[in-house]
Structures are given as structure tokens and as C-alpha cells.
T-cell receptor
């Protein structure tokens, strides 16, 4: 069935280091991918997205990489800060005429000062 | 622009009762989606409404229903509450096209006793 899974449930990094959060998806028909950040007690916050016709997209301190060959998505956070501590979710929209998102299980990013 | 708002933020109900949750999308957004978030199942798609019509539905029992009004505000209803319905219910809005960025509200935390 359709699924989006994360390899690492918890990632601990030192402040200032770069973080890489990975995600695997199974539906090759998916054409839109999004990364969300969720802090405790809050709803998911949009970070960055990428469409299937791209393999890389950069934002402010974040980069998303898409490898369609192996159905893999990653989020890179440069110079990780304590404020980046949160749960990160990848999500896929598998095309069609709806906005249904399939979410991964989430990765907890813990930034050590 | 104001973000997605959800009311109430917290709710306590007992088994067998019903509950109605409300979501006001970002101004100009016409698509509203609902998700259930639990520690065990993660984020799961409930349904999506666009122009007052249900455009897609997730794999939830018929006790879960929703509707959308002409001003794009949406409500979801859960009848005959069960303990397992305790969750964070999240609403997300996006513009009219499918596959567009969805922005989430803070959620309604429902506790069923």
C-alpha cells in the first residue's frame, strides 16, 4: 500500500552542525512532496516543498533533495539551531485532483547546545 | 494574512457523546482538509472539502463526517465517541488547485473519557 516512512525516529545533533533527515516513499506516482516541522503543542508548520520534476530545492538554511530513482527524500538543515528542535514530517501528495497528503512517521530532531 | 484557526483548542467528552470541531481557513483558500494525529497512527487524512463538496475521504468510519460552508469554513463531526478517538485534530487549508501547499492550524485536542 501507500506509505511514507522515515529511517531515523530520533536525530541528535550539536548546535551549529548540519542536520539531514531522511524519508522514503513508496508511491512512484506521487508528484509533490512537503516537509513540515511540528513543535510541541502546535500544528505542522510548512518548511519547504518540491515537485517531482525537480531534484533539489533550497530555502533559507534548508535544502530538500528528491531522488525518484530510489524514491527517497531528504531535508538538510544548515547550521542547526536550538530553535530547530522539533518533529519533522515528510508528506507526499500522490497526484490526482485532491489535496490528500500521506505523512511519514516523523523524526524528532534534538539540538544539543 | 491570518492563519488557519481552529476552535475549540481543547475539548473533553465522554464515550457515546458527539463533538463538532470548527476550522476557518486562510482568507482566499477554498480547500480544507482534516487530519487526525495520534501517537500510534501518526497523521492520517480524514477528508477534504472544496467548494462545499467532499473531494476525497480517508479510511475512517462513518462516525466521522464533515461539511464546508459557502465562506469555506469547515466543520467536522464525530458521533458516538470512542476512547480511541482521543487525538489532535488538525485542519489544513490551501488554494483552489490540488497539489498546492497546505497550511495547518494549531489543532483541537480531543480527550474522550
Amino acid at each position: 500500500g501507500e506509505s511514507v516512512g522515515l529511517h531515523l525516529p530520533t536525530l541528535s545533533v550539536q548546535e551549529g552542525d548540519n542536520s539531514i533527515i531522511n524519508c522514503a516513499y513508496s508511491n512512484s506516482a506521487s508528484d509533490y512532496f512537503i516537509w513540515y516541522k511540528q513543535e510541541s503543542g502546535k500544528g505542522p508548520q510548512f518548511i519547504i516543498d518540491i515537485r517531482s520534476n525537480m531534484d533539489k530545492r533550497q530555502g533559507q538554511r534548508v535544502t530538500v533533495l528528491l531522488n525518484k530513482t530510489v524514491k527517497h527524500l531528504s531535508l538538510q538543515i544548515a547550521a542547526t539551531q536550538p530553535g530547530d528542535s522539533a518533529v519533522y514530517f515528510c508528506a507526499e501528495n500522490n497526484g490526482g485532483a485532491t489535496n490528500k497528503l500521506i505523512f511519514g512517521t516523523g523524526t524528532l530532531l534534538a539540538v544539543q547546545p | 494574512k491570518a492563519g488557519v484557526t481552529q476552535t475549540p483548542r481543547y475539548l473533553i467528552k465522554t464515550r457515546g457523546q458527539q463533538v463538532t470541531l470548527s476550522c476557518s481557513p486562510i482568507s482566499g483558500h477554498r480547500s480544507v482538509s482534516w487530519y487526525q494525529q495520534t501517537p500510534g497512527q501518526g497523521l492520517q487524512f480524514l477528508f477534504e472539502y472544496f467548494s462545499e463538496t467532499q473531494r476525497n475521504k480517508g479510511n475512517f468510519p462513518g462516525r466521522f463526517s464533515g461539511r464546508q460552508f459557502s465562506n469555506s469554513r469547515s466543520e467536522m463531526n464525530v458521533s458516538t465517541l470512542e476512547l480511541g478517538d482521543s487525538a489532535l485534530y488538525l485542519c489544513a487549508s490551501s488554494s483552489y488547485r490540488a497539489g498546492e501547499t497546505q497550511y495547518f492550524g494549531p489543532g483541537t485536542r480531543l480527550l474522550v473519557l
